[in-house]
């Protein structure tokens, strides 16, 4: 009985990587947990139940109630991925196994192979039998037709947004793209492609259509992949791709919309966009 409740106890905790630092604070590919900590989740006491009822059987005091995850610990781990290969720490053309990213996570291998199963769907990598999964080499052929596509999706909602929405809703965007200029600034590719997402998906969700809005989000992701295995811009070109959300965001308040057009079709076709 007491195992049980232990377990149930240990199962109630957010999942902490070793040491107590959760995925959420920590590096993806830091260095590695020590040897016998690897996956094995802090154990705090839960301040909610009472040190006198601890390892013993009682039907007075209801059960503590259980904490709600903020993300699965395959949602951190997809989300970790994701920044992992768009900052260029999963190389293009390599290939990784589950059991090997696990332990440089500190969990099983379940979790991870689940990740990479959806970053396949995605088209980041692609599954290599009884080896893992190879992080997928883009064509600049690729890439273009990928902008192409946003471009025939987003160009026309957004000359259609720029003719109707009030300057004040465009005014409420500005610190979306102020975010995408200061990751630009210090050149975080990973944190800028989060910001750029971001900065689009609220320009598209003020057409009130939440299909075109997870489709494009997820063109927009697949063309944020890496190219080659050089996978940083040059600092030049990630600040200057940032600069035309702000730039946008003024023809979209003037209703300028031959510069809103030229604008976003040259956003889509940059490097970075």
Same mark, same amino acid.
């Given at each position: /009985? ?37 996956? $094995? ?27 709600? &995850? ?7 781990? =997809? ?36 990740? /990479? ?12 039998? #009884? ?14 037709? =990928?902008?192409? $596509?946003?471009?025939?999706?987003? $160009? ?6 720029? &003719?109707?929405?009030?300057?004040? &809703? ?15 600034? &210090? ?16 320009? =598209?969700?003020?057409?009130? #259509? ?27 070109? =990630? ?19 031959? $510069? ?14």
């Amino acid at each position: /009985m007491e195992q049980g409740r232990a377990r149930e106890r240990a199962s109630e905790q957010p999942y902490a990587a070793p040491g107590g630092v959760s995925f959420d604070d920590s590096p993806l590919f830091g260095e590695r947990p020590s040897a016998g900590g690897a996956g $094995v989740p802090q154990q705090v006491r839960d301040p909610r139940v009472p040190e006198q009822a601890r390892g013993e059987h009682t039907h007075s005091e209801p059960p503590a109630p259980r904490v709600v &995850r903020r993300h699965s610990v395959r949602g951190q781990i =997809l989300d970790a991925l994701r920044t992992a290969l768009v900052g260029g720490e999963l190389v293009p053309g390599e290939v990784y196994s589950a059991p090997a990213l696990g332990e440089r996570f500190g969990v099983s291998a379940t979790p991870v192979r689940e990740a /990479m199963q959806q970053l396949a769907l995605e088209g980041a990598v692609e599954v290599v039998p #009884n080896r893992g999964f190879r992080v997928t080499v883009r064509t600049p052929r690729e890439l273009a037709e =990928l902008a192409e $596509v946003r471009a025939l999706i987003e $160009v026309p909602v957004m000359l259609d947004l720029a &003719r109707t929405v009030p300057a004040d &809703r465009w005014r409420e965007l500005r610190p979306l793209a102020e975010a995408t200029g200061a990751a630009a600034a &210090r050149g975080d590719r990973a944190h800028y492609a989060e910001t750029d997402r971001a900065f689009h998906r609220a320009v =598209l969700l003020l057409a009130g #259509n939440a299909q075109l809005v997870a489709v494009a989000d997820d063109l927009h992701r697949r063309s944020q992949w890496p190219l080659t295995s050089a996978p940083v811009a040059r600092h030049a070109d =990630l600040v200057a791709d940032a600069a035309e959300h702000s730039a946008l965001l003024d023809a979209l308040i003037a209703q300028d919309l031959p $510069v809103v057009r030229s604008l976003v079709r040259e956003h889509f076709t940059g490097s970075e966009g």
